[in-house]
């Protein structure tokens, strides 16, 4: 199974940061790597796929990058709203794999 | 649109079997695959395993020998069963649709395991 280890646990941030969450991969996942976001009580929501590719209605200050096992999510100008946990998940592979998760915290 | 919503009992006792359904809307089980992951109170998300659109099924190594996942196309439910339950087994459970990735995700369903 892949192992994909996902970093930091959590993160506190002022509205208007950056900030990045890494995600690396205990092998190449191709750049097969999905970002989703959690808020309590909620199912997760797609917020990219293929490494960096938005999903419609994905605010442009999210993006994400990476390629072989090492993989990156940021939000440039974090907002209120983007307060919330945030998973990335491999799909090159089965077992299908998450990340543990980076919640994301109000500084 | 697409919708897919996730029942079943709330609680089970320790070593009974799990039954719960997702009902889909919006889209056909014969186009697309349709998955279960579960989160525990406080934690991240676990996936289960897969049933695809054309019926064959994957599932983690860590629930493969007591989970089994099928469906009825013709009420558009796909059925997750998994016996043997321990306390340890207290998540929430989602259905989500599978093409590659999951871009449409019941609203989950909490299944606490307690005597």
């Known amino acids: 199974d892949i192992q994909m280890t996902q970093s930091p646990p959590s993160l506190s941030a002022s509205l208007g940061d950056k900030v990045t969450i890494t995600c690396q991969a205990s092998?190449?996942?191709?750049?097969?790597i999905a970002w989703y976001q959690q808020k309590p009580g909620k199912a997760p929501r797609l917020l990219i796929r293929f490494t960096s590719t938005l999903e419609s209605g994905t605010p442009s200050r999210f993006s994400g990058s990476g390629s072989g096992r090492d993989y990156s999510f940021s939000i440039s100008n974090v907002e209120s709203e983007d307060i919330a946990s945030y998973y990335c998940l491999q799909y090159v592979d089965l077992p299908r794999t998450f990340g543990g998760g980076t919640k994301l915290e109000l500084k | 649109q697409v919708q897919l919503k996730e029942s079943g009992p709330g609680l089970v006792q320790p070593s009974q079997t799990l039954s719960l359904t997702c009902t889909v809307s919006?889209?056909?089980?014969?186009?697309?695959?349709v998955i279960w992951v579960r989160q525990p109170p406080g934690k991240g998300l676990e996936w289960m395993g897969v049933?695809?659109?054309?019926?064959?099924?994957n599932y983690n190594s860590l629930f493969k020998s007591r989970m089994s996942i099928t469906r009825d196309t013709s009420r558009s439910q796909v059925f997750l069963k998994m016996n043997n339950l321990q306390t340890e087994d207290t998540a929430m459970y989602f259905c989500a649709r599978e093409l590659w990735v999951y871009d449409y995700w019941g609203q989950g369903v909490m299944v606490t395991v307690s005597a």
């Open positions: 919006g889209f056909s089980l014969s186009s697309y695959g």
């Open positions: 092998q190449n996942t191709k750049n097969y």
């Open positions: 049933l695809w659109g054309d019926g064959n099924t």
